[in-house]
């Protein structure tokens, strides 16, 4: 994924070099530890403009319990309170891999489920 997004990255900036435009290169990417297990968070953020993570869809209906969509903090008495599924939680995973702030985007849930 690396490779890629830095092959895409040259090709836009040559692109730019001829026609003087400046090309953005962003991702929407996951907002688990798991994610960030598989992906070298600390190089992509050196290729890319920003990173949108999608802080949204922690719980729903494949659920036995309901709660927060998007928590903004843990809460210790969520049934899920284990999992880093909380806004401030992902946004910890990532700088804690090296990302640094400016280069992130939170995904804000605008609807209920």
Avoid: C
């Avoid at 999992?83 to 804000?108: C, M, Q, R, S, W």
């Amino acid at each position: 994924f690396t490779l890629l997004l830095q092959d895409v990255r040259n090709a836009l900036n040559k692109a730019g070099t001829e026609d003087g435009k400046q090309y953005l290169l962003t991702i929407a990417s996951g907002a688990s530890q798991r994610y960030a297990d598989h992906t070298e968070l600390k190089k992509i953020s050196q290729i890319l403009d920003w990173i949108n993570i999608m802080t949204y869809d922690f719980h729903g209906g494949w659920e036995a319990t309901s709660n927060h969509n998007a928590a903004l903090y843990k809460d210790p008495n969520d049934p899920a309170a284990n999992t880093n599924f909380y806004v401030d939680g992902a946004i910890n995973v990532y700088t804690n891999e090296g990302v640094p702030v400016d280069k992130l985007v939170l995904g804000v849930p605008f609807y209920g489920r």
